[in-house]
């Protein structure tokens, strides 16, 4: 199947492969490395030198447009004003000091990229997902996912017209099956784990020749999931922290991460690249095994209660591995419980309320600082990649059920002052 256009991609030199660095060019129409297989997904590699003359400093402070869309020259579009019209990208980034006082560190930024358009971070990618499948003349647009990828997919389709076929596991929150009802799209609630999803939506868009969103297979991707990091380097005014947490699961955003900000520094913006600390949920960890035996990943049966990240066959190791050594950065494990501790702790301490995947990464940051991994003159950031509203019941369950009162004051007052 071949949906890669052509004309117009002049700022793009070629794909490569990320297993056994095969070049192809960008007319190929390869999605994966025809001699890898599935296990060969190719990147796309930009040419900077030309880009770095249309996006300089100057450029983007006088850019109005506050999306991720101000990173136009830098995505593999052949038209980028033919795209999905929702506001994606521009989170803020919170600078919190009580929460830099009590973990010791100097000072940590929490990018909350729950607040995009569909309260995920996957915005990022299906956004660009729509506007490839735009370019190539599809009408149909399929994925699977753990919950968030769907969602996105199923509004940035509905945002510009496109039917949207979405494979979860049956697993994912009802919130995120609720936004994938809304927004219209046809959904597949799959008796099984996402990797049967992923499976199913496979073989559809290969059968049915639907435009495959698979961030393990498309490489576009990431390509948007990168604006992530230019962002986060930009809000820094260039000067990017020591540091940055994400939350892994397939492995495709931390990648996106490292690649913006590695564009940022490619682009004589920013003059370093922090170090990424990719974190995972202890019963879903096979990247960090792959990462510490040095091995070549071994599937697992997956177990946590952060579902966006309970990923047991990773697509995208290879390039989550790739990331974070190149940005000489660390791999950890947090419990489920130390998931909802962060849970708690980044509601109440800076007003941010992220999904459980959606906090793992600053779970991470919580445990690095204990562990003295990082210290007190360190800069941190933590992406926060989903919204808390996403998953209320694992939410109530790290806060525990609020307190019932009759409507009488004086048993309020028996509370208040006791
Ligand atoms: C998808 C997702 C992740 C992890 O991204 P991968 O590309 O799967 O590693 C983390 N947090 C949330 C909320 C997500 O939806
Ligand atoms: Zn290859």
């Given at each position: ?54 996006l300089t400093r100057e450029s983007l402070a006088a850019n109005p447009d506050t999306t991720h869309w101000r990173y136009a020259p830098l995505m593999p579009l052949v038209n980028p004003e033919r795209r999905p019209p929702l506001a994606v990208g521009g989170s803020p980034l919170y600078s919190c000091p009580r929460l830099a006082a009590e973990l010791g560190v100097n000072e940590i930024l929490i990018k909350d990229d729950g607040l995009n358009p569909t309260a995920s971070l996957k915005d990022r ?294």
């Amino acid at each position: 199947m071949t949906h890669v256009l052509t004309a117009g991609l002049s700022h793009i030199l070629r794909l490569r492969c990320v297993r056994c660095d095969a070049e192809y060019p960008t007319d190929s129409g390869h999605l994966i490395c025809p001699a890898c297989g599935r296990d060969g997904i190719l990147d796309v590699e930009f040419d900077y030198a030309a880009i770095a003359e249309r996006l300089t400093r100057e450029s983007l402070a006088a850019n109005p447009d506050t999306t991720h869309w101000r990173y136009a020259p830098l995505m593999p579009l052949v038209n980028p004003e033919r795209r999905p019209p929702l506001a994606v990208g521009g989170s803020p980034l919170y600078s919190c000091p009580r929460l830099a006082a009590e973990l010791g560190v100097n000072e940590i930024l929490i990018k909350d990229d729950g607040l995009n358009p569909t309260a995920s971070l996957k915005d990022r990618a299906s956004s660009v997902g729509v506007a490839k499948a735009l370019e190539a003349g599809a009408t149909v647009i399929t994925c699977a996912s753990t919950g968030n990828a769907a969602s996105s997919l199923a509004g940035a389709a509905a945002s510009v017209g496109m039917e949207a076929h979405i494979f979860v596991p049956a697993r994912a929150p009802e919130a995120k099956v609720a936004q994938l009802l809304v927004f219209g799209a046809k959904v597949y609630v799959v008796e099984g784990t996402y990797e049967d999803a992923f499976e199913l939506s496979m073989a559809c868009a290969e059968r049915l020749g639907w435009y495959n969103r698979n961030s393990g297979i498309n490489p576009y991707l990431v390509e948007g999931k990168k604006t992530v990091g230019l962002e986060i380097a930009e809000q820094c005014g260039w000067q990017p922290p020591d540091w940055v947490f994400a939350s892994v699961g397939d492995g495709c955003s931390i990648y996106g991460l490292w690649k913006g900000l590695w564009e940022a520094e490619q682009l004589g913006l920013s003059h370093r690249v922090p170090r990424l600390i990719g974190v995972q949920a202890a019963g879903a960890a096979p990247i960090v095994e792959a990462a510490h035996s040095e091995s070549d990943l071994v599937p697992i049966a997956a177990e946590t209660l952060a579902d966006s990240i309970c990923v047991g066959t990773p697509r995208n190791w290879r390039k989550a591995l790739n990331a974070v050594a190149e940005s000489d950065g660390k791999w950890l494990t947090v419990t489920d419980d130390e998931i909802l501790d962060a849970m708690r702790v980044l509601g109440a301490r800076a007003g941010v309320f992220g999904e459980p995947a959606g906090v793992t990464a600053f779970a991470g940051a919580v445990k690095a600082a204990k562990m003295g991994l990082i210290g007190s003159n360190d800069r941190v950031c933590a992406v926060v990649s989903g919204n808390g509203l996403k998953d209320v019941v694992n939410a109530i369950r790290a806060t525990g059920q609020a307190r019932r009162v009759p409507p009488d004051i004086e048993a309020v007052m028996k509370i208040v002052r006791p």
